[in-house]
């Protein structure tokens, strides 16, 4: 039986991010733990927890160490955590969630502060591709995640004008090729997905096509690395996006890893 563990903190955010859990939990046919870092447990949270039906486990220590620790075991498939004001934490070195979610080795859901009630059901997913390796393996790992239940996937795909393929005077007809010849190349694992496409800058557009698609969730595979002149889109979704995300790191599969000097490392 897999797990997903919902890390819940002394704040408002605790009741979105159990549901949300519960909504990822159902996602890859899992249960859901209640966890609580601290030497003395808030009432709310405890309160959180058992208006959730879960229960809840406290531990103390260091943070970051513990949820690490805490994701280590195999049946552990995915942590999911709030990030209140996240504008304001992407630019803070000391915040939990994004120390934490450079150095997970399992895949971590945030749940912006936006999302004040939860998403109990999630039926419909944004995924980024690039075109590269490392997008296109995240989306494998999406769908080997959810095959236990029954969800759309919606394809993100952001030409530079640089890069723009050229298209003759049948507009229409090769635009739809491309299209399918595009998803077929990238998206072997999920034939029913779709594909929407802009021109333009990634970070820029992903968020419209977030707003215009509905979905209940947007995915994105990363490599973990939040420098400067890094993970745009990331960055963006994590400031923005009024609905959770889902981070796949690079480590999960080895097709995840790029070769050198494929790609721009600014862009995922």
């Given at each position: 039986?897999?797990?997903?563990?919902?890390?819940?903190?002394?704040?408002?955010?605790?009741?979105?991010?159990?549901?949300?859990?519960?909504?990822?939990?159902?996602?890859?046919?899992?249960?859901?733990?209640?966890?609580?870092?601290?030497?003395?447990?808030?009432?709310?949270?405890?309160?959180?927890?058992?208006?959730?039906?879960?229960?809840?486990?406290?531990?103390?220590?260091?943070?970051?160490?513990?949820?690490?620790?805490?994701?280590?075991?195999?049946?552990?498939t995915a942590?999911?955590?709030?990030?209140?004001?996240?504008?304001?934490?992407?630019?803070?070195?000391?915040?939990?969630?994004?120390?934490?979610?450079?150095?997970?080795?399992?895949?971590?859901?945030?749940?912006?502060?936006?999302?004040?009630?939860?998403?109990?059901?999630?039926?419909?997913?944004?995924?980024?591709?690039?075109?590269?390796?490392?997008?296109?393996?995240?989306?494998?790992?999406?769908?080997?995640?959810?095959?236990?239940a029954t969800?759309?996937?919606?394809?993100?795909?952001?030409?530079?004008?640089?890069?723009?393929?050229?298209?003759?005077?049948?507009?229409?007809?090769?635009?739809?090729?491309?299209?399918?010849?595009?998803?077929?190349?990238?998206?072997?694992?999920?034939?029913?997905?779709?594909?929407?496409?802009?021109?333009?800058?990634?970070?820029?557009?992903?968020?419209?096509?977030?707003?215009?698609?509905?979905?209940?969730?947007?995915?994105?595979?990363?490599?973990?690395?939040?420098?400067?002149?890094?993970?745009?889109?990331?960055?963006?979704?994590?400031?923005?996006?009024?609905?959770?995300?889902?981070?796949?790191?690079?480590?999960r599969s080895?097709?995840?890893?790029?070769?050198?000097?494929?790609?721009?490392?600014?862009?995922?």
């Open positions: 039986m897999t797990k997903v563990l919902a890390a819940i903190t002394n704040d408002s955010l605790a009741p979105a991010v159990l549901a949300t859990a519960r909504a990822i939990a159902q996602l890859c046919s899992g249960t859901v733990e209640a966890l609580h870092v601290s030497e003395d447990p808030d009432a709310a949270v405890a309160e959180a927890a058992r208006g959730a039906g879960m229960t809840l486990h406290t531990t103390a220590g260091e943070p970051v160490d513990v949820l690490v620790r805490a994701t280590l075991t195999d049946e552990v942590i999911v955590l709030g990030v209140p004001d996240v504008a304001r934490a992407t630019r803070r070195a000391d915040s939990t969630a994004l120390q934490l979610i450079t150095v997970l080795e399992k895949p971590a859901v945030l749940v912006p502060q936006e999302v004040a009630a939860g998403h109990e059901v999630i039926s419909r997913i944004l995924v980024p591709l690039d075109g590269r390796a490392a997008s296109a393996a995240a989306l494998d790992e999406l769908v080997r995640f959810t095959a236990g969800v759309e996937i919606v394809v993100a795909h952001v030409h530079e004008e640089r890069a723009l393929p050229a298209f003759s005077n049948h507009l229409a007809h090769e635009v739809r090729s491309w299209s399918e010849e595009f998803l077929a190349r990238n998206c072997p694992a999920a034939p029913n997905a779709t594909l929407e496409s802009r021109v333009g800058e990634p970070h820029e557009h992903v968020l419209e096509i977030l707003l215009h698609s509905g979905c209940d969730l947007v995915a994105l595979g990363w490599s973990q690395d939040l420098a400067a002149g890094h993970a745009a889109v990331v960055r963006r979704m994590l400031a923005d996006s009024p609905v959770p995300v889902l981070l796949i790191p690079a480590s080895p097709a995840l890893s790029p070769p050198p000097g494929d790609g721009d490392p600014r862009r995922v």
